[in-house]
């Protein structure tokens, strides 16, 4: 399929090798598309415990994509800071000539998930506000200045991450859940206000995909349980929890991700997806 022929994808949070990212940007590439991934690419001294992409890993993302297609851009961006996207979406559009689809892919946390679990009344505001704008504001940061360049193409597509997590209680993770869930309901809102500009926005939640963050919770999760190793802890969650009796692959997401932002999902919009191995039926 060449379902993005001709068209430009922005990817977010795609600058970690083995990422839901990262096999998202492979994805479209392979259809033919232009691709730009975007990561923080430095440390955060504020929140230690979250490990970050680095410059050179982001590289190595967007040249790798010539192995299924054209060469992607690498652009250094922390999509918690307004200046920061603007210039990014703005070097996008010089160098591919505008936007056509915004794979809103970044998130995050520390303290409440998705690495840590942490109750509220021990969780501090820092923590919460850096969960919050890591999985929750910078999609809509991304979404304000990506929308008008999809207006000069005549319209595009918005694909927003959230995650299962928003949709079961699960007692430590409030800070991560709650952005998570501000997410599908921001694309609700999105929807409505930019269907008259032919832009559909949509997402899909993933259920436990064996990318770098999730291996990183259970080994936490393992070194609370002495004895316990995190393959074993992981396991145990699966068979318990997933009817379909396994974890999926990051590109078992990003095939979810790449028809919603194609033509294939036309006529949906202000929908989200759960792609969780049956958790939820």
């Known amino acids: 399929m060449q379902r ?100 809103a892919n970044a998130g995050g946390g520390a303290g409440a998930g998705p690495v840590d679990q942490t109750p509220v009344t021990d969780l501090s505001r820092a923590d919460w506000d850096y969960t919050v704008n890591t999985s929750l504001t910078s999609v809509y940061l991304c979404a304000k200045h990506a929308i008008p360049e999809m207006r000069k ?30 997410v599908s309901a921001l694309t609700r809102n999105l929807a409505l206000e930019v269907a008259n500009d032919n832009i559909r926005v949509n997402a899909f939640a993933p259920g436990i995909t064996l990318t770098p963050y999730v291996r990183q919770r259970f080994e936490a999760v393992a070194k609370q349980n002495p004895g316990a190793s995190e393959t074993d802890l992981m396991a145990q969650f699966v068979s318990a929890r997933i009817p379909l009796g396994r974890a999926a692959m990051p590109e078992e997401m990003a095939s979810v991700a790449a028809f919603l932002g194609s033509s294939d999902a036309s006529f949906m919009t202000g929908q989200t997806l759960f792609v969780d191995g049956g958790m939820r039926v």
């Open 4 to 103: 993005y022929e001709n068209k430009v994808a922005v990817v977010t949070g795609a600058g970690r090798t083995g990422g839901i990212g990262e096999a998202i940007a492979r994805r479209i590439a392979s259809e033919g598309g232009r691709v730009a991934v975007l990561d923080l690419c430095r440390e955060k001294p504020e929140v230690p415990r979250e490990q970050f992409g680095s410059l050179e890993s982001l590289q190595k993302v967007a040249a790798s994509l010539s192995e299924v297609g054209a060469a992607g851009i690498p652009v250094r961006c922390d999509v918690t800071d307004e200046t920061e996207v603007t210039s990014a979406i703005r070097y996008v559009c010089e160098e591919f000539g505008g936007i056509d689809v915004l794979f």
């Open 153 to 182: 193409r005549g319209g595009g597509a918005i694909v927003c991450t959230t995650s299962i997590s928003a949709y079961h209680g699960v007692a430590g993770l409030s800070a991560y859940s709650a952005a998570k869930y501000g």
